[in-house]
């Protein structure tokens, strides 16, 4: 059975597919938005067809939760953006299937209000009752102060400046981690 992440009165959410390509290249097209991932370039339509949905169907998994999570508001169901839910790693070397990686990307009217931090955390306790999940996980550019302050709003901590590793390019980033609090978490 889909996992199911429960609404709050301000934001709901959706698992995402292949039909929500346009919401994908809206949101890629602020050039802050994609400031720390690509220097700021907006997003081709063809990567988002040809790299990003074959990539994400690759990792979509209802039962688990795996996948892109839409955000939207409750009141309106106004498209705010996504949280992404993956195991670490994945398609490289060193992928860890019990470390949850989260991760968001939202409009920037959204900023600084909270949204990723209650979306990711949300999502986050949900997944809290797996026990196969030992760790929960974020990276970010080192310089991307936003994104670090919503990991350490979730709890998570600085372990190392690391290479993340991905089809299309490495990059330099920051880890932080937290452990999954369930007790029947896996050691």
């Known amino acids: 059975m889909p996992l199911f992440i429960a609404p709050s009165a301000r934001l709901s959410y959706r698992l995402m597919g292949s039909a929500d390509a346009d919401l994908f290249f809206e949101l890629d097209q ?9 220097d700021g370039k907006p997003t081709p339509r063809e990567d988002i067809d040809n790299y990003f949905l074959p990539r994400m169907l690759a990792f979509t998994d209802p039962e688990r939760g795996h996948g892109i999570w839409e955000v939207t508001l409750t009141s309106t169901g106004e498209y ?6 993956r195991d670490y ?3 490289t070397h060193y992928h860890e299937h019990d ?3 989260l991760g968001w990307r939202l409009k920037r009217h959204c900023w600084g209000k909270g949204i990723a931090t209650e979306a990711a955390g949300n999502i986050m306790r949900t997944l809290q009752g797996n026990p196969s999940i030992r760790l929960f996980c974020a990276i970010a550019d080192s310089e991307n102060h936003g994104s670090i302050g919503v990991m350490k709003k979730l709890g998570m901590q600085f372990v190392d400046n690391r290479i993340h590793h991905t089809p299309k390019r ?9 452990a999954n609090t369930n007790p029947e978490a896996s050691p």
Do not use: K, Q, S, T
């Open 170 to 178: 490495d990059f330099p980033c920051a880890y932080y981690v937290l």
């Open 30 to 38: 602020d050039p802050e938005v994609m400031r720390f991932l690509n």
């Open 99 to 101: 470390n949850v990686e």
């Open 80 to 85: 705010l953006g996504w949280i992404l839910v």
């Open 89 to 91: 790693g994945f398609g």
